[in-house]
């Protein structure tokens, strides 16, 4: 195997990896929060963005991990009139996880991004969007705001993502 081929199959691990580690986090509040629900897939998540449209927020999947639902509440994500009637009872959760040791309580220390898209949702959802910060190693949950993230961070720096 070349040295090229090497790095090549590092990166792919690594790549991998790091998408199972957000998952991991992700699974872990979920099964914490009763109320929780991953967000649908397929068509159940065609319904849900398309009663959100309909309703005057067009938002992208990928602006949220889970839905909050109130305790009690089965939905059927396939059912669009139940999926428009339950909209302002859903509360919209996009969940980062950390798992290094220099975040500290409360998560000072924490380093992550808040996509356009996040940022979007939050702006048009407003109180329905919520950001959870979990640390996986502590367990700590902090259920917060994209604005209230951006009030508190002690840097910020922008990038342009693209894709050619």
């Not at 309703?55 to 669009?80: V, W």
């Not at 996009?94 to 898209?117: M, Y």
Request: glycine letters at 4%; a positive charge; proline letters at 5%.
């Amino acid at each position: 195997m070349s040295l090229l081929e090497v790095i090549k199959n590092k990166h792919a691990h690594l790549a991998r990896l790091a998408n199972q580690n957000g998952a991991l986090g992700e699974i872990s509040v979920l099964s914490a929060m009763s109320n929780w629900i991953p967000r649908p897939k397929g068509p159940a998540l065609q319904v849900l963005l398309t009663s959100l449209r309909n309703s005057g927020i067009s938002i992208k999947s990928s602006s949220f991990d889970a839905i909050a639902l109130p305790h009690g509440c089965e939905l059927d994500f396939l059912d669009s009139v139940a999926v428009a009637q339950s909209l302002p009872f859903m509360q919209f959760i996009e969940i980062k996880s950390a798992s290094q040791p220099r975040v500290k309580p409360g998560f000072s220390g924490f380093f992550f991004a808040l996509t356009e898209s996040e940022i979007s949702a939050a702006d048009q959802l407003g109180a329905r969007h919520k950001v959870a910060l979990y640390n996986k190693v502590t367990e700590e949950l902090l259920l917060t705001s994209v604005p209230e993230i951006i009030a508190r961070a002690k840097s910020s720096t922008w990038q342009l993502s693209v894709q050619i």
